[in-house]
């Protein structure tokens, strides 16, 4: 899926400043083993790293025009480009290549600026227009692939990731109090980057920056619109547009597989795919991975949140489609291999831990990798047909407040961080209240809509809009740091269009979670997986991990120059501490467990990266 970093400076020759360039750009080797360019004239400079998944011989880049003609780093997919590529040639553009890349190449030259509104996929660039000295930085509507910038005093840094800024001597790795209260607040705000004077471009956004300054014009939003299918088209309608979503995203000259943790999302995708695969006449059965961790079926214990192991969900979707299942088992070593736990937090480049799921995540891409470069996954579709229990508790619903606060509060996330002290110390209630009414405010209303329809579309918005960006956000960048691309069907904007604006009473038809999804679904996945109860990412229940943790932390302790001790004391810390162990449970993504983990993380990151933290 690639990566890309760059640097605009009007003030200073760039042909003479070759060595900032090319360090910003070797920091995403991972996101682009195979290859790797630079191209650079007086007032920018493009670099790129390359993984190779479209036109393998011919898409290599920065990719330009022609002399004094613009310049292209991309990173993604374009699913549509063989009709647009189609389209421009009947319009009279030549192609020198197969690749998306000169599409959206091509597109800008015929179209302008606003061909991003005829793009369908994942992407992010960066495009160097010489003929009028100006820079374009394009993020894809639902912000699935990352694009971050710095503004500097005579420029601006670009990257994929904020590590190839940081790598800039231009640039600093500062963070202040408005930084740690986005770290801790639970919060995903949309353009903030933690880092001081850094940015993320927000989802669906064009930037452009030229001598006159920068500007930020959004191309996209979901708009409310009334919807007026009945319940037997909507659902003929979802199963439709998945099945063409996913057989656009199997497009790729390398092998493409899935990830299936035994789940309706999962499981529907990993369907799609083989079914997909099949009509195509593919010589080779889809390969479908999961993660498992040794023993956990034998202690498994019933929860709030896991109601059964995952792993026999899989086992049984895998042979009902024909993929090649592989389980990927991993025990308490692995998730605590400071190897594994270090290169995690060099892919996220912030301690935004929730725990062993993100170890674990980045030794299941891992295994994928010896195999494939392409994976489909099934990120977004509990946001977007009301999976979580959030959706379904009404406290949690009608809570003035991000509904994923309400559990989270009673898992022991936010406890912990009161009991700590960090909530109070940071004004994370008032940062918390702050963007969320910010969040409110930005949500498509409905003519006429009222009492729980308005409010079920608040919750949606706010989880496709907040909660979703930091789950796609993980995914991509510990996926990457392996050099995997994962795509993620369940984003595609015609879907999402659609099933936003779906009721929420035909969301919820049959009185259950994402009942649209497992309509959809009736005939193509056993009867088994539709009607189970929905389980998060699978965790460790092996509470010799809590106990690793623990030791880990105690030890953190006894240095007193440690970082982690500029935000709590010991003692705060030793209120975690002495509760029994098991007491925290995995009660979510947020339990208690993960705010010992995200400790752990704040002190390793502010070593590593050398932060400097200003209060």
Not at 112 to 139: H, K, M, T
Not at 140 to 154: E, F, H, I, Q, S
């Amino acid at each position: 899926m690639c990566g890309l970093a760059g640097w605009v400076c009007y003030q200073r020759d760039l042909t003479e400043h070759i060595t900032p360039s090319a360090a910003m750009t070797a920091t995403l080797v991972c996101r682009g083993p195979d290859a790797a360019g630079q191209w650079i004239s007086t007032h920018a400079s493009l670099g790129h790293r390359r993984l190779a998944v479209i036109d393998l011989e011919g898409g290599g880049q920065p990719m330009s025009a022609g002399d004094g003609l613009p310049v292209l780093s991309y990173t993604g997919e374009v699913y549509n480009y063989r009709e647009l590529r189609a389209e421009l040639r009947a319009l009279g553009q030549e192609f020198l290549t197969d690749s998306d890349t000169e599409v959206v190449l091509r597109g800008y030259l015929q179209w302008g600026e606003q061909f991003v509104e005829r793009l369908n996929g994942i992407y992010a660039f960066a495009l160097w227009d010489p003929r009028v000295e100006e820079l374009l930085l394009v993020r894809d509507r639902m912000g699935v692939k990352p694009l971050y910038y710095y503004p500097t005093a005579d420029g601006l840094l670009f990257g994929s990731e904020p590590k190839a800024i940081l790598e800039h001597p231009d640039a600093e790795a500062v963070v202040d109090a408005e930084g740690l209260r986005e770290v801790f607040s639970i919060v995903k705000t949309p353009g903030h980057a933690v880092f001081r004077g850094m940015r993320e471009l927000r989802p669906a956004t064009v930037l452009r920056y030229g001598r006159d300054g920068l500007t930020e014009r959004r191309y996209w939003k979901l708009r409310a619109q009334e919807h007026t299918d009945d319940l037997d088209t909507t659902v003929a309608t979802v199963r439709s547009l998945l099945e063409d979503i996913v057989e656009r995203q199997l497009v790729a000259d390398v092998t493409v597989g899935t990830l299936l943790s035994g789940g309706l999302d999962s499981s529907a995708v990993t369907a799609l795919a083989a079914g997909a695969l099949a009509r195509q006449g593919s010589p080779a059965a889809l390969q479908a991975f999961s993660v498992d961790f040794a023993g956990h079926e034998a202690r498994f214990e019933r929860n709030v949140q896991w109601e059964d192991p995952d792993t026999p969900y899989a086992v049984e979707v895998a042979a009902h489609v024909g993929a090649e299942h592989i389980v990927v088992e991993l025990d308490n070593a692995d998730l605590l291999d400071d190897g594994v736990r270090s290169a995690v937090l060099r892919a996220q480049d912030l301690p935004v831990s929730t725990g062993d799921m993100e170890y674990s995540l980045l030794l299941l891409c891992r295994a994928l990798k010896q195999r494939m470069t392409v994976a489909l996954s099934g990120e977004a579709a509990d946001e977007l047909f009301g999976g979580y229990t959030w959706f379904h508790d009404p406290e949690a619903v009608h809570a003035d407040t991000f509904p994923w606060h309400h559990p989270f509060e009673q898992a022991g996330g936010i406890g912990a961080l009161r009991a700590l002290g960090l909530w109070d110390r940071l004004g994370l209630g008032e940062y918390v209240k702050q963007r969320y009414t910010e969040a409110l405010e930005d949500v498509p209303r409905l003519a006429g809509e009222t009492g729980l329809e308005a409010r079920m579309r608040e919750v949606g918005y706010l989880n496709l809009t907040r909660w979703e960006n930091f789950l796609l956000d993980r995914k991509d960048r510990i996926s990457m740091a392996v050099g995997l691309e994962v795509r993620v069907p369940f984003t595609d904007h015609r879907l999402v269009e659609y099933v936003f604006n779906t009721p929420w009473a035909m969301k919820t038809f049959d009185g259950r979670e994402k009942s649209l999804l497992r309509a959809a679904m009736r005939g193509v996945l056993p009867d088994s997986v539709l009607d189970r109860k929905k389980n998060p990412y699978p965790s460790t229940q092996d509470s010799r991990y809590e106990v690793a943790l623990r030791a880990r932390l105690e030890q953190v302790l006894r240095d007193p120059a440690a970082p982690v001790l500029r935000l709590v004391s010991a003692e705060e810390v030793r209120v975690l501490l002495d509760a029994p162990v098991g007491s925290y449970g995995v009660g979510g993504p947020w339990s208690a467990r993960a705010v010992l983990e995200r400790l752990l993380e704040f002190n390793a990151w502010v070593t590593d990266y050398g932060v400097r933290v200003v209060t």
